[in-house]
């Protein structure tokens, strides 16, 4: 949240459609490349131009851009500009903190989806944004950074009997809903698994470090929440569009995707429940340990209180004392000594207070 309120401060003032970049600084240009395709042809371009793809996109063919990058104000600028994007359009593009949302701009529509991974090295969660537009024949897709996120929707696109192939640009926007969504049950499968590893600790010896995966955990259900709710709406919402932007066809596979969310949410719920469980497993064992440990240190002092009482009696060092002078004085009072701590051992016992 810190994150987010520093960076918007950077756009205090400014008009609607300002294009500010609030991310990191650019570490290399923008990349782009081009997937064009029919039924029967497949043609995948690297490292394109932004003249190549104006060239494309006035093509009859299905179109699909790739951008990877989106920390240069210029470069957006000027796909914009080819692209007659709308300025709020790429105000959200360069805003990579986005909540997800669902946009029409006459015959365009803009999508914001968080792609969410695991980081495994890290054993973190983490997240970026995906900003995907499509209109009549083409899709630009905009990712934070370059990672073949779509691998497997290019290698669909490769196969040529192909469902893509034979749909429009938005058969192509659902397809990497889709994937987006996929991606969601992989992230919460690894967090499935951490939370079991964490949960076994907890039972069997809670450490130091325990409340801080136990915090941790509690951030990324929040974290998950505040990504993956909001996609609901998103696909809702291009369920419900005019047929001039989704066919009839791809709305039976967006209620596919919208089941799917439900799932995820459902499971992210559990999560929270089970997080919530655990502070108070945690909170529990805390309290027992401790009782414990005060239990044993009060046997401790109570056994030896009859015993310090008959040292303290016998180290007086009167004069007349009978005691002093007994030759067995010292065993017989170390052999009452021991009767007595053994007596309430077992008297302890018996009371099940061992």
Not at 60 to 70: C, H, K, L, R, S
Not at 293 to 314: A, D, E, G, H, R
Request: charged share 25%; net charge negative; aromatic share 10%.
């Amino acid at each position: 949240m810190f994150r987010l309120l520093k960076s918007r401060s950077k756009r205090v003032g400014l008009s609607p459609g300002s294009l500010v970049p609030i991310g990191e600084p650019p570490s290399h240009p923008i990349k782009l490349s081009i997937i064009e395709y029919t039924e029967s042809e497949y043609i995948e371009k690297d490292n394109a131009s932004i003249q190549e793809c104006l060239e494309y996109i006035e093509k009859p063919n299905m179109t699909w851009i790739q951008a990877y990058g989106v920390n240069d104000p210029s470069t957006i600028a000027s796909i914009g500009n080819h692209f007659k994007l709308h300025a709020l359009v790429m105000e959200d593009v360069l805003n990579p903190l986005q909540r997800p949302k669902l946009d029409v701009y006459q015959d365009q529509v803009f999508i914001v989806a968080r792609l969410l991974h695991y980081d495994e090295a890290k054993s973190q969660l983490q997240d970026e944004q995906a900003s995907i537009i499509f209109g009549p024949n083409f899709l630009i897709s905009f990712m934070e950074r370059e990672a073949d996120f779509f691998k497997p929707i290019k290698d669909r696109l490769q196969q040529r009997n192909n469902r893509i192939r034979k749909q429009g640009s938005d058969y192509l926007a659902y397809t990497l809903l889709d994937l987006i969504v996929d991606y969601y049950f992989v992230v919460l499968e690894k967090i499935d698994v951490s939370l079991d590893n964490l949960e076994e600790e907890l039972v069997r010896s809670p450490k130091a470090g325990t409340l801080q995966h136990i915090q941790q955990a509690k951030r990324e259900m929040i974290f998950l929440r505040k990504s993956i709710w909001p996609m609901r709406d998103v696909v809702s919402h291009f369920q419900r569009l005019e047929p001039s932007h989704v066919s009839p066809n791809t709305q039976i596979y967006l209620r596919d995707v919208y089941d799917h969310l439900i799932q995820t949410i459902d499971i992210i719920e559990g999560f929270r429940d089970v997080v919530s469980g655990m502070l108070d497993i945690y909170l529990s064992n805390i309290n027992i340990r401790t009782n414990e440990i005060m239990k044993v240190l009060t046997i401790v002092s109570t056994i030896f209180v009859p015993l310090t009482f008959v040292c303290s009696l016998y180290g007086m060092n009167f004069d007349h004392m009978p005691e002093l002078h007994t030759r067995w004085g010292y065993p017989i009072v170390l052999l009452v000594m021991a009767s007595m701590a053994i007596a309430m051992l077992l008297f302890f016992h018996r009371k099940k207070w061992l």
